[in-house]
């Protein structure tokens, strides 16, 4: 734990202010299991390349919004919500703390990382599910959730840790043994889990 809290603050330190090369950070981790992070890219050797920084969520679909109007808008995607999470095994309530997280139930959301739509579907991600139109609201909805099922069986079910994939990508989440702590994830999580608790689903 000691050793994690240590790690957790050099990390806090590196990420918001070190001008490095790229945007990326380097995790090296030696056949004892002991793990070295790094800013600079190795001439040599075995290593995993993890973004800096969490995906951030579309916050301008949500700004005015009120709870009645957010109730209306997740009405309209129920239906879609109970379909896809029954086919992967998901909880629907998670599905709908997921979108209302990601994007206040705007199908037509946009964030400045580049992802769109409910489920907000980076390019990458949505070519990966099969999703070619992810402002389409029953694409993004299934892949979405398709991708969300993977990450909690990644994570034997973990919501924590399977919402956190969702936002920063496994890699992070696996090279961290946690939550990443980035900023954007670590509010993130937070965000949902206010929304769902898995004690009470």
């Known amino acids: 734990m000691f050793k994690r809290l240590l790690l957790v603050g050099w990390l806090a330190a590196l990420l918001p202010c070190t001008a490095a090369a790229d ?7 030696e056949g ?22 969490g995906r951030p969520t579309a916050t301008a679909s949500c ?13 309209a995607y129920a239906p879609l919500i109970q379909k896809y999470a029954t086919t992967h095994g998901v909880s629907p309530k998670l599905v709908s703390a997921v979108m209302r997280v990601e ?10 990382s580049g992802a769109h739509g409910l489920m907000q579907l980076m390019p990458d ?10 402002f389409d609201a029953e694409q993004n909805i299934a892949g979405g959730v398709r991708y ?11 919501v924590r840790l ?17 939550v990443p702590p980035f900023p954007d994830t670590v509010s993130y999580v937070k965000r949902i889990l206010k929304l769902y608790d898995p004690k009470n689903a």
């Open 148 to 158: 969300l099922g993977e990450m909690l069986k990644r994570f034997k079910q973990d």
């Open 63 to 75: 700004a005015g919004q009120t709870e009645q109007s957010l109730a209306k808008r997740a009405a």
């Open 125 to 134: 991600t949505a070519r990966y599910l099969g999703v070619y139109d992810r």
């Open 23 to 29: 945007d990326w950070i380097y995790v090296y981790r």
């Open 162 to 178: 399977g919402i956190a994939a969702y936002n920063a990508g496994p890699t992070a989440v696996e090279a961290f043994d946690d």
């Open 32 to 53: 004892n299991g002991v793990r070295t992070f790094s800013d600079r890219k190795p001439e040599a050797g075995s290593f995993t390349r993890i973004a800096r920084h």
């Open 103 to 112: 994007s206040c139930y705007d199908r037509r959301a946009v964030s400045r």
